[in-house]
T-cell receptor, first 117, second 114 residues
């Protein structure tokens, strides 16, 4: 079974600075997908970014980028120019790409990010 | 286009009572999921459905039942609620088996069992 580990329960960043959130995972599969979801106080789960394991290039979405290290099974999220609206809980998630898989997500426990004005 | 909606948003039950949570999606998605979120635990899959009329167990299915009689609806039932089922419940849906497809989440239901 796959597991996703987010070892830092909380992090804090100064507004306009850069912060990196860590995530590691364990799997025996070679083909899979990784995601970062944001959960603000409204509770809504919002997809921030996703990475296909077969792609060597790291995904980017505006101020959000990932550092995907397949051999190390590491998938960190970098938030540049942090804004007050980035304050939220962030979840790392894994999804198998195996044919016939039910495409369910396996989540880490999450990390609470606070942004200091 | 409302996306994924959940009813109700909040509910308080007494131990032993039953209730049904409704999830509806208007995106014609094939796959639907029920997760629960507990402090320090992340989201855990309860049950899921890969199409109308089909359901399957997830990671934590005990104490819950589900039904997918219509493609757009996925119901989560608690027959005899227990305090351990106090949680926030999320429904999600996705289009197909294509793993690049995004799961879209509803706004959640906060359930308290006294």
């Amino acid at each position: 079974a796959q597991t996703v580990t987010q070892s830092q329960p909380e992090m804090s960043v100064q507004e306009a600075e850069t912060v990196t959130l860590s995530c590691t995972y364990d799997t025996s599969e070679s083909d899979y997908y990784l995601f970062w979801y944001k959960q603000p106080p409204s509770r809504q789960m919002i997809l921030v970014i996703r990475q296909e394991a077969y792609k060597q290039q790291n995904a980017t979405e505006n101020r959000f980028s990932v550092n995907f290290q397949k051999a190390a099974k590491s998938f960190s999220l970098k938030i540049s120019d942090s804004q007050l609206g980035d304050a939220a809980m962030y979840f790392c998630a894994y999804r198998s790409a195996t044919a016939g898989a039910n495409s369910k997500l396996t989540f880490g426990k999450g990390i609470t990010l606070s942004v200091r004005p | 286009n409302a996306g994924v909606t959940q009813t109700p948003k909040f509910r308080v039950l007494k131990t032993g009572q039953s209730m049904t949570l409704l999830c509806a999606q208007d995106m014609n998605h094939e796959y639907m999921y029920w997760y629960r979120q507990d402090p320090g635990m992340g989201l855990r899959l309860i049950h899921y459905s890969v199409g109308e009329g089909t359901t399957a167990k997830g990671e934590v299915p005990d104490g819950y039942n589900v039904s997918r009689l219509k493609k757009q609806n996925f119901l989560l039932g608690l027959e005899s609620a227990a305090p351990s089922q106090t949680s926030v419940y999320f429904c999600a849906s996705s289009y197909s088996k294509t793993s690049t497809d995004t799961q879209y989440f509803g706004p959640g239901t906060r359930l308290t069992v006294l």
